[in-house]
């Protein structure tokens, strides 16, 4: 499937992409990428209930509660972010969510985002981590700075559309942080060592600790102003800089073979990062809410299989050229793509795609059931909601960075210009 598209064409996508007068805060995007194309004309998305839902918020708890409540979630979606109509402006929408939000201020997160990676890459430790190593903790970053802006800031907007300018910057520079710690993950292999990575975390006291690296200042600047806005309301800072702590630490997987898709997503749910990403979300709306809690616990299983299998088929090509050439060794292990190929002893990796798509395609149509079971039972307080709100604008968000930004298509899925 021809996935460059004429320049006309891309203004076009563009002009329909949102209203005329979002247009100023639309962030644009070089690169349009199809990773299913031909491969499943058997498989079509799923109606969704939720879809009304995210855009009426008709459910009988939010139309009991007060004006207040409904005045701040106004706030919330209408200056801080703007609607996106993907289907409309005729980009490849592979999956049945419908409602989709931009935050307003990506501009202000992605030079911050941009600015935590610049002082990775300039950072004496971090270009000599592993030591001896051909590829760097710097190198990582400094690959990610390269035609910047359709890289993985592009992820911050719409991961977190919800969020103040200042809760989406420092949601934003965590996930910055992630990116780092998992692509050190993923490239070292058996060269994994945790602890450079845990030593840019502090302990509380940090602020009794000298001397600091000028990495440690700024990642340790930033995790004070996310627990100064703890003080102001919620707790997703300190949720954010603990997930944060683990994810670093995490020891190697041992070798093994899933025997079924649940046995892989027990392992892949927390090295897929969900932890940090949910803590993050808290972070970026300042919420209290336990995500821990058992009545989120199907819920957020289930988004978690939806997002982390969609990032499986659209970054497969990639993970594998960089399986091939021996920078990742645990692809086998780590892409839910090649767990169904082997699963199903597939013919070809297209195959394992369309499955893996329609994979994801039920999953939604799990979800779609679960927010229903939750509103009939009625027993999520406003703010619980509110989180709930935030979490499905992340899913849906994370299918359209993956489409608009560079990392996962390439040169083949960039617009003509």
């Known amino acids: 499937m021809d996935r460059t598209v004429s320049v006309s064409r891309s203004e076009q996508m563009h002009e329909k992409l949102c209203a005329e007068g979002d247009h100023s805060s639309l962030h644009r995007f070089n690169y349009c990428?199809?990773?299913?194309?031909?491969?499943?004309p058997y498989v079509h998305p799923p109606f969704l209930k939720l879809n009304a839902y995210l855009r009426t918020k008709a459910t009988r708890a939010r139309r009991q509660t007060l004006e207040e409540n409904e005045a701040e979630a106004n706030i919330m979606h209408n200056i801080n972010s703007i609607d996106l109509h993907p289907r409309q402006a005729g980009l490849p929408w592979l999956t049945g969510y419908g409602v989709v939000r931009q935050n307003r201020f990506w501009r202000e997160a992605q030079e911050r985002y941009h600015s935590l990676l610049r002082a990775f890459a300039e950072d004496e430790m971090a270009q000599n981590t592993p030591f001896g190593s051909a590829i760097t903790v710097a190198d990582i970053a400094k690959k990610e700075l390269k035609d910047a802006s359709d890289k993985t800031s592009r992820y911050v907007p719409m991961l977190f559309p919800l969020g103040d300018m200042e809760r989406t910057i420092l949601a934003g520079e965590a996930l910055a942080l992630t990116l780092v710690f998992d692509e050190a993950y993923e490239i070292f292999?058996?060269?994994?060592?945790?602890?450079?990575?845990?030593?840019?975390?502090?302990?509380?006291?940090?602020?009794?600790?000298?001397?600091?690296?000028?990495?440690?200042?700024?990642?340790?600047?930033?995790?004070?102003?996310?627990?100064?806005?703890?003080?102001?309301?919620?707790n997703g800072g300190q949720d954010t800089i603990d997930t944060l702590v683990a994810y670093a630490s995490r020891p190697k997987p041992p070798s093994r073979v899933y025997e079924t898709m649940s046995d892989y997503y027990d392992f892949r749910y927390d090295d897929g990062g969900m932890g940090p990403t949910y803590a993050m979300i808290k972070l970026s709306i300042g919420s209290n809410v336990d995500f821990h809690d058992p009545k989120f616990t199907h819920f957020l299983r289930l988004i978690g299989e939806q997002t982390l299998g969609q990032n499986n088929i659209a970054s497969f090509d990639k993970e594998k050229r960089r399986y091939l050439s021996g920078m990742f060794p645990g692809f086998e292990q780590s892409n839910g793509v090649m767990v169904i190929k082997r699963l199903l002893s597939l013919p070809?990796?297209?195959?394992?795609?369309a499955i893996a798509y329609a994979y994801q395609l039920e999953t939604e149509r799990q979800i779609d059931t679960?927010?229903?079971?939750?509103?009939?039972?009625?027993?999520?307080?406003?703010?619980?909601?509110?989180?709930?709100?935030?979490?499905?604008?992340?899913?849906?968000?994370?299918?359209?960075?993956?489409?608009?930004?560079?990392r996962y298509g390439g040169a083949a899925a960039r617009l003509e210009s």
């Not at 990428?33 to 499943?40: L, N, Q, V």
């Not at 302990?203 to 100064?228: A, C, F, G, V, Y």
């Open 33 to 40: 990428f199809d990773y299913i194309g031909d491969k499943a």
């Open 189 to 234: 292999g058996c060269d994994y060592e945790p602890s450079f990575l845990q030593s840019l975390m502090p302990p509380h006291n940090n602020k009794d600790l000298s001397p600091k690296t000028r990495l440690q200042e700024r990642i340790w600047s930033t995790l004070e102003k996310m627990l100064e806005c703890d003080h102001i309301y919620g």
């Open 348 to 353: 070809t990796d297209d195959a394992a795609k």
């Open 370 to 406: 679960e927010l229903e079971r939750m509103a009939v039972e009625g027993d999520l307080s406003h703010e619980e909601w509110k989180f709930v709100d935030a979490v499905l604008l992340m899913s849906v968000g994370n299918i359209m960075a993956s489409i608009t930004m560079s």
